[in-house]
């Protein structure tokens, strides 16, 4: 037969008094002990003791929270100082920036001041110009400046910068001219050494080499490092500009003359701001060479013209 299990917990289940009974007779209790407590304090040992017991445990129980505040606030800290050094990097590498365009700006103003220094030097003034690019040929020296003929500039002009001479204009446009520098191949200027005045004539030599003095004697007075300035006997450079600085000298080469190199002073390869020259007064013409004189009164080339 199938045996039903009774509705009703077992008599074992059913020690004590009652739920009701408990909860009546604890609450009574509690009552009690506040109003004790309250009126008399006679729990505070209880409690004193309590929390000296509980105290262990109250540490055991936060030391994980304490431990992942503790890494929390390192990684924090240490992502708010990756960000602090990225931000101070940038600041550092702006003023850097700024310093290294300051030292450009007072290097480029002391510049500027010294080609006005010479600009007032001379008595048909200076153009102030820019250099756009340089040439195209590998095998020219030329540079091309921002201006040309509407801005009065001639060829055959000089142009120099704050250092000394760079070169001579060769060709003109509009609105832009050529500048053929000092170190090309087929430019040549009558100089002289400022400090015992010889005079010799300084000729380019191409890309890559360095310019040299011709047509000097070995047993000329030039030292390494004697300047060299313009003669003026071209009447194309005005007298007593800065050239060049003798870089070698050779006497001993079996030939008529010495060899010397020399290093220009003007900035030929790293200049941006020229001055072109501008003559106060064309140059009276050359004389006539005797020799081309009676040629040319032979073939009649000479002779006047008469009246009808």
């Known amino acids: 037969m199938v045996s039903y299990l009774p509705a009703e917990p077992p008599a074992f289940f059913h020690r004590g008094p009652s739920p009701t009974t408990r909860l009546v007779f604890f609450g009574l209790v509690s009552i009690a ?8 304090g006679y729990l505070e040992q209880v409690r004193q003791s309590v929390a000296i017991v509980l105290h262990p445990m109250q540490r055991v129980a936060a030391l994980p929270g304490a431990v992942i505040a503790v890494v929390g606030d390192y990684f924090a800290s240490k992502r708010a100082l990756a960000e602090e050094n990225e931000a101070l990097k940038l600041r550092l590498a702006e003023a850097g920036a700024k310093a290294q365009g300051a030292v450009m700006l007072a290097q480029e103003n002391e510049r500027l001041r010294s080609m006005l220094e010479i600009r007032a030097r001379f008595e048909g003034g200076a153009i102030a110009v820019a250099v756009l690019y340089a040439g195209r040929d590998a095998f020219q020296q030329k540079l091309v400046v921002d201006k040309g003929r509407d801005a009065g500039i ?23 001219a050529e500048v053929t520098l000092l170190t090309d191949k087929d430019h040549v200027i009558p100089v002289k050494l400022e400090r015992s005045g010889v005079r010799a004539v300084m000729a380019g030599a191409g890309a890559g080499r360095a310019p040299e003095l011709r047509y000097v004697s070995p047993s000329a007075d030039v030292r390494i490092g004697d300047l060299l300035v313009t003669s003026g006997l071209d009447g194309t450079y005005p007298q007593g500009l800065a050239v060049a600085r003798v870089a070698t000298v050779e006497r001993d080469t079996g030939q008529m003359f010495a060899r010397i190199s020399v290093h220009p002073v003007g900035g030929v390869d790293r200049s941006e701001q020229l001055l072109v020259l501008v003559r106060s007064a064309p140059l009276p013409p050359r004389p006539e060479d005797p020799v081309e004189a009676e040629t040319a009164k032979k073939s009649g080339r000479g002779r006047p013209a008469r009246g009808g």
Do not use: S
């Open 154 to 176: 001639a060829a055959g002009a000089a142009v120099v910068d704050a250092e000394g001479i760079v070169g001579q204009v060769t060709r003109t446009y509009p609105y832009a």
């Open 33 to 40: 002990l506040l109003f004790l407590d309250t009126r008399y």
